[in-house]
């Protein structure tokens, strides 16, 4: 489970009321009490689901989150869509929240009855007009097939040999070349918002289409629970808002990148992961406008102990910890260091 939250037995009443019920056109689903309820049922007028969404509008508020799962094609087994609708005015901890149990609320619902999973933030996108513009978007941004993939594939990494490590990095510089699923951009840009004080954002790649996507957030993180809370068995990206620097002396809160890497992940995702670092830091910096305090590079998660997290992180300014020497050296560079174990010197 993304959020420790689960579908409660109402929820699951009422979608299938949903299903069999000629008469309803959506259900919209809150989280309460740790758990996923519904709250609003929305009538069948027109044969068209465009022509209902309008219904939605009274609804839905500018600082609350909900789940909307929509009947777009009656009769059809996978004919509903499930919709977060995250506004950008709702409470921090709300959008988190909501971000990460979005894949839960589909899996335990049946994620084999959702033909469309969307993540929106204005109201406007929940209208006819909102829809087609969706619509006309994925179009365009219509999958290539596994053989186009991987042609494309060769192709993309016969041009990097030719033109060298050197135009690899200018590459990066110019754009982020990576899928990001639904709400990595919104999970990684509330450990920015004021008050934001030891949220553990967890990433992973969604293989074999390695979309980078939303794994977990956890709040109220201790440091030095980081390490046990970070998946140990499988690759992950972490960005951990330490709790002792967010706004205490006017530089905001400070973001650890955290890359860890087990020696037994398989071959493929060792290489993804340790390509797709790079790229990941871009999205949480320019996608979502975090300032990266330091960057950790880790083969097992008890390596990042609390010293290692603190170190160089509670002065002002940003700093990351020195690969040689172990110790603290201010700067904002973009490397990675590699904490020592624990017992050696």
């Not at 087609?132 to 042609?151: C, F, I, M, N, Q």
């Not at 860890?260 to 406008?289: H, L, Q």
């Not at 990266?292 to 102990?305: F, P, Q, R």
């Amino acid at each position: 489970m993304q959020s420790g939250i689960s579908a409660s037995q109402d929820l699951h009443n009422a979608f299938n009321n949903l299903v069999s019920s000629p008469d309803q056109r959506a259900l919209l689903a809150s989280i309460e009490s740790e758990s996923l309820v519904p709250s609003t049922t929305i009538p069948l007028t027109n044969d068209n689901f465009t022509s209902d969404l309008q219904q939605l509008q009274e609804h839905l508020s500018a600082t609350k989150a909900t789940y909307i799962l929509l009947k777009t094609h009656p009769g059809e087994a996978d004919g509903y869509a499930a919709i977060s609708f995250v506004p950008n005015a709702a409470p921090v901890r709300q959008k988190m929240l909501f971000a990460s149990t979005r894949l839960t609320l589909v899996r335990e619902l049946g994620i084999e009855r959702f033909r469309q999973t969307i993540f929106a933030t204005e109201k406007s996108e929940l209208t006819a007009a909102g829809w087609a513009r969706h619509e006309a978007s994925e179009k365009v941004d219509a999958p290539l097939t596994e053989e186009e993939s991987g042609l494309q594939g060769v192709k993309d990494a016969e041009a990097r040999e030719a033109q060298g490590t050197g135009a690899r990095r200018g590459h990066v510089t110019s754009r982020v070349d990576v899928k990001v699923g639904e709400g990595v951009v919104e999970a990684l840009g509330g450990l920015k918002e004021e008050g934001c004080k030891g949220t553990l954002v967890q990433l992973k790649y969604i293989l074999p289409d390695e979309t980078l996507q939303l794994d977990s957030t956890t709040d109220e993180l201790a440091v030095e629970d980081v390490a046990r809370t970070i998946e140990a068995k499988e690759p992950r990206y972490s960005f951990y808002s330490h709790p002792s620097t967010a706004g205490d002396d006017g530089a905001g809160t400070r973001v650890v990148f955290i890359y860890t890497c087990p020696t037994n992940s398989k071959i493929k995702e060792r290489m993804i992961y340790s390509t797709g670092k790079s790229w990941t830091r871009t999205v949480a910096e320019r996608g979502a406008g975090l300032t990266i305090a330091k960057s950790l590079e880790a083969t097992e998660t008890s390596e990042i102990t609390a010293d290692v997290l603190n170190e160089g992180v509670s002065v002002a300014g940003t700093a990351r910890v020195g690969q040689d020497s172990g110790k603290a050296t201010p700067g904002g560079s973009s490397g990675f260091a590699r904490p020592k174990r624990p017992g050696r010197r």
